[in-house]
């Protein structure tokens, strides 16, 4: 008897668990991670001449980076809970299905708010002061859609900060390549939440939510996002130019500059069918191919 109560304590504490990870949808911290590690990584090699930041920075890096996504997706969730139960689309998710309540969400954002704070004063007094303007735009974003077709904006400079943050955090300031990449991420995620928009276009004229499809239309909604993804491709090889990247850095920028012609191939306004691996697939692949061909380069330049 105890060790059936035993197992179903685990199991449902596992639950649980798996439950809080869904609704921040944990795996999209792909996305944004490997972007704080290359403004990391760069901003170790050019003014350290080596591209290890020390085993303290990475720490702190990845528990900020954890803990901020942490508290915007939980706040997103609870502040859009109204409208997402009555989109089909989005109608399962946690809080408005009851699987996790509002102040059980809101105990989650602020929990990874403190954990933020922690994380940021242990890195350097900057990224500490920058940490209150970073939750405006973190816990911003929900309310942006009810208000400006911009609120994609909006999401790109929040998650680009995270590749500018990756830099300050080695540097303690702000120098031309943490701007490139902060532009990159900005130009990409535009693009990306663009293109993820479209499946709500519908929903979205219906009720009032702004976006860019809502606004302008699903086929000039997507030339707006190759543009940006033009854009992105631009920064990335300008990124290269204002760090001294090597070879290495410059055919991983080839590589995510296919990738983003692959994703505006298999999304049209006559089929958004692909959407779904436009937006989680080609752009995983993006983000890891930006770390690898960071990764390399700093190595190649640190051997050599």
């Not at 059936?4 to 944004?32: I, S």
């Not at 890096?61 to 954890?66: D, E, L, N, P, S």
């Not at 996002?225 to 070879?247: D, R």
Request: charged share 10%.
């Amino acid at each position: 008897m105890l060790r059936h109560c035993e197992g179903g304590m685990v199991g449902g504490g596992a639950a649980r668990v798996k439950t809080f990870l869904e609704l921040v949808k944990f795996e999209h911290t792909v996305f944004a991670l490997p972007f704080a590690y290359a403004g990391m990584l760069l901003a170790s090699m050019q003014f350290r001449g080596t591209g290890w930041p020390g085993w303290h920075t990475l720490i702190w890096v990845t528990v900020a980076m954890a803990a901020a996504r942490t508290a915007a997706m939980g706040a997103n969730r609870v502040i859009d809970r109204v409208i997402d139960a009555r989109n089909p689309r989005t109608a399962g998710r946690e809080v408005p299905s009851g699987k996790v309540s509002p102040a059980q969400a809101w105990a989650l954002v602020a929990g990874s708010l403190v954990v933020l704070a922690l994380a940021s004063a242990q890195l350097n007094p900057l990224c500490l002061i920058l940490m209150p303007l970073a939750v405006v735009f973190l816990i911003g974003y929900p309310y942006t859609k009810r208000f400006t077709w911009l609120c994609h904006v909006w999401l790109g400079v929040t998650d680009g900060a995270a590749a500018a943050g990756g830099w300050i955090a080695v540097t303690g300031h702000f120098a031309p390549g943490a701007w490139a990449l902060w532009a990159v991420v900005i130009f990409w995620m535009v693009g990306l939440d663009v293109i993820y928009a479209t499946m709500d276009y519908a929903f979205d004229v219906a009720n009032g939510i702004r976006s860019i499809p809502a606004r302008f239309g699903i086929p000039v909604a997507l030339r707006i996002a190759a543009v940006s993804h033009a854009l992105t491709f631009a920064g990335l090889l300008v990124v290269g130019v204002v760090t001294g990247a090597s070879f290495w850095y410059v055919l991983a920028a080839l590589i995510m500059g296919g990738i983003l012609l692959y994703e505006h191939r298999i999304v049209n306004p006559a089929d958004l069918g692909r959407v779904n691996v436009a937006f989680f697939d080609a752009n995983m692949w993006l983000a890891l191919t930006m770390l690898a061909g960071v990764i390399v380069d700093v190595l190649w330049r640190t051997l050599t």
